[in-house]
């Protein structure tokens, strides 16, 4: 009997996902082994115009903070974390330079940021409770986006609480809502190879399944172009998208490339993602995630040009502004970019730029007008 090839093609595949049927693992894996990527890439642009007003691209004003490095996990990715006992290089932030840190991004009108650490022995959940209780005392209304879920599975581990119980006592200190790091590749294939201590597969998604059933909302991410297969890359997708549907709560979905330089992996990495490899999974990710509504495009790792050519490859954000970023750059990857870099390449990309909060609502729908009204400071 012959077999019957049931591969679509393309063009088949992106034709049925524009009338509106699901992206199947089969599907998404034909396109990530395509190279047709003008096709994709307007495809996802197609969707992204659904899901999003087609004429405005989101950003964020906010900061990383990285309240330790200090780390037990030795990811072989990581060029950001020192070991425990590390008295020259390995740290711990004190109150007063967090507020400090936090004072800056509200002068410029920030409204959050994304505060993740390492998996340090010192510090148990007491500490964190302080911290955001502390926060929240000072500066009620800045949003608290911290804690990967390895962060949080390990503070519960050293607490002795189950997840659930972590992240209702971490909420009512004052965490608002948890960032999708530590999320790599949900494949423990993978994960084993990368970082064997830390969290697996399962363990990253029930803390986000259990933070979800408490009504915070988180974000996904993936960071890709190491020793995954493109099988194991759709998997990760899948495994993400299956947790929405059963639970929601992602509000967007971020990926971005390994960057190898500092890093052990690095050393063995022979090739990392280029950047047509870069538009093509967030273009892929855009079909695929038909339940997450918003896309991010990581400037941070791919520089502002690519960054901005993937607001045309599914994506409704360029990300944060972010007025402190160690981690990427621990690692060789160093962007900067200000609000008003933010504007010219929005609306050089053809789009209104609005600036949002944490949870995507609009902070200021002018912010170039208020670039025009900012008084302007003569020198000393």
């Known amino acids: 009997m012959a077999v019957v090839d049931t591969t679509r093609t393309v063009s ?7 009338d509106g049927e699901r992206l199947s693992d089969a599907d998404a894996l034909t396109l990530m082994q395509s190279r047709d990527l003008v096709a994709i890439g307007t495809a996802a642009n197609e969707i992204r115009n659904r899901k999003a007003n087609p004429g405005e691209v989101t950003y964020i004003v906010d900061r990383n903070i990285n309240y330790t ?21 390995g740290y711990v932030l004190p109150h007063q330079v967090i507020f400090a840190k936090i004072e800056e991004t509200l002068a410029i009108g920030g409204t959050g940021a994304l505060m993740q650490g390492g998996h340090n022995p010192e510090l148990g959940i007491d500490w964190y409770e302080e911290l955001f209780r502390a926060v929240k005392e000072r500066y009620p209304k800045f949003h608290m986006h911290a804690l990967s879920p390895p962060e949080v599975m390990y503070i519960s581990r050293r607490a002795g609480l189950s997840i659930a119980d972590t992240i209702s006592r971490l909420r009512d200190a004052g965490l608002d809502s948890i960032p999708g790091g530590g999320g790599e590749i949900l494949v423990d294939r993978v994960r084993t190879i990368l970082a064997p201590k830390k969290t697996k597969s399962d363990e990253w998604l029930e803390v986000m399944r259990q933070a979800h059933r408490q009504g915070m909302t988180t974000s996904a991410t993936m960071m890709y172009g190491h020793v995954e297969t493109l099988a194991e890359r759709v998997e990760h997708m899948r495994r993400l998208r299956e947790l929405q549907d059963e639970v929601p709560g992602f509000r967007a979905f971020i990926s971005w490339t390994f960057q190898p330089d500092n890093t052990e992996l690095g050393k063995t990495v022979n090739e990392t993602p280029t950047s ?5 999974v967030q273009a892929i990710s855009r079909l695929y995630f038909d339940n997450i509504p918003h896309i991010q495009s990581s400037w941070v790792t791919q520089g502002m040009k690519i960054g901005q050519v993937a607001l045309h490859f599914g994506a409704d954000d360029l990300g944060s502004v972010m007025l402190e970023e160690n981690v990427v750059s621990s690692a060789g990857t160093t962007h900067r970019a200000t609000t008003e870099d933010f504007c010219r390449v929005i609306r050089n990309a053809g789009y209104k730029p609005i600036q949002r909060d944490t949870y995507y609502r609009v902070v200021n729908d002018d912010p170039e007008a208020s670039l025009r009204a900012a008084p302007v400071v003569e020198p000393v």
């Open 12 to 18: 088949e595949i992106l034709s049925r996902t524009l």
């Open 69 to 89: 490095n200090v780390c037990v996990t030795d990811c072989n990715f990581c060029a950001f974390y020192r070991k425990p006992g590390d008295v020259r290089e």
């Open 276 to 280: 047509f490899e870069y538009l093509l």
